[in-house]
């Protein structure tokens, strides 16, 4: 898996100075590396899903939706507040089993001037979409990362966003629970925009909470309608980037002055008109989803 990453890396020639020293440990060239690690207080993966039951103009909605609130005031304000005052981003696309590309290699945000560059290279990728649906083939590769980047994360987290459940390669809670042992949290945005097709369920929200999501302090925010792309998303990473094992304090009122027990975040004035939601993954582990109905679904499409 790490060999196919930096294969990946290499040819989107868009390195980071610094960026490779996993795969110059297994013998690929990579480009000069730094010194010593660079510390942040958070190393994040947004995995995002391509395949083709989302459709182009949905896709340039949730790409624009990252880079408007990577920009935002909110998010920028929350990086500032850590206590090393700057993250990590890398962007993923994936879809089947074998395919899965870096977009935006890691890069350090810690301020406009960072998170324009990253969106600069965002903007600049071209829209793409690919078949099958492999959430943990999206999560493996995205676990694999953390190991190439040149970086000191406090913490490690992978954002997968998705329209449907795991259809192909391994069992989804497998690669969560593989993923969650090398102590790296998963999160959720499952996408909920369409009445259910033949590969579809249309309980994806209790899909994702109990077949995806795990980790410490692990949560999904639901995407019900095409207008709240924007405010969901920049609620998630404000969520993930201010998160901690206790309850975010009030200076991140904007997007969560409160975390309840039933895991809900009340939106503020500000937020009000979308009304995200924030839900924790069970406090048990136990769901009370089946994490195996996607590949059935598709079974009995093919008359398996």
């Not at 899965?100 to 810690?110: A, F």
């Not at 309840?260 to 009304?275: E, K, N, S």
């Amino acid at each position: 898996m790490l060999t196919r990453v930096c294969e990946k890396l290499r040819l989107g020639s868009l390195f980071l100075t610094g960026g490779l020293i996993a795969c110059g440990m297994i013998g690929l060239r990579a480009e000069p590396v730094q010194a010593a690690e660079q510390e942040v207080d958070l190393a994040l993966v947004l995995a995002v899903d391509i395949s083709y039951s989302m459709d182009e103009d949905e896709q340039k909605l949730q790409r624009q939706g990252y880079m408007d609130a990577l920009r935002s005031r909110e998010v920028l304000e929350a990086i500032g507040k850590g206590a090393v005052g700057r993250i990590a981003v890398t962007y993923v696309e994936w879809a089947g089993q074998r395919s899965q590309d870096v977009i935006v290699p890691w890069r350090i945000i810690e301020g406009p001037e960072s998170a324009d560059s990253f969106v600069e290279v965002l903007s600049n990728a071209p829209i793409r979409r690919a078949f099958r649906t492999s959430i943990s083939g999206g999560i493996d590769f995205s676990a694999a990362l953390f190991n190439t980047g040149g970086i000191k994360a406090i913490r490690r987290v992978i954002d997968v966003s998705g329209d449907g459940p795991n259809n192909e390669g391994r069992a989804v809670t497998d690669a969560r629970d593989e993923a969650v042992a090398q102590g790296i949290t998963i999160n959720g945005l499952p996408i909920l925009l369409k009445r259910p097709g033949y590969t579809d369920i249309s309980d994806l929200d209790g899909y994702y909470r109990d077949c995806v999501i795990g980790g410490v302090g692990a949560f999904m925010v639901q995407l019900r309608e095409l207008q709240q792309f924007a405010n969901v998303i920049r609620t998630k990473l404000v969520t993930e980037i201010a998160d901690s094992d206790e309850t975010p304090k009030n200076e991140f009122g904007r997007i969560a002055p409160l975390i309840q027990q039933a895991g809900i975040v009340a939106p503020t004035p500000r937020f009000a008109q979308a009304q995200p939601r924030v839900e924790r993954a069970p406090a048990n582990g136990q769901g009370r989803t089946g994490c195996l109905v996607g590949e059935r679904m598709w079974n009995q499409r093919m008359g398996n």
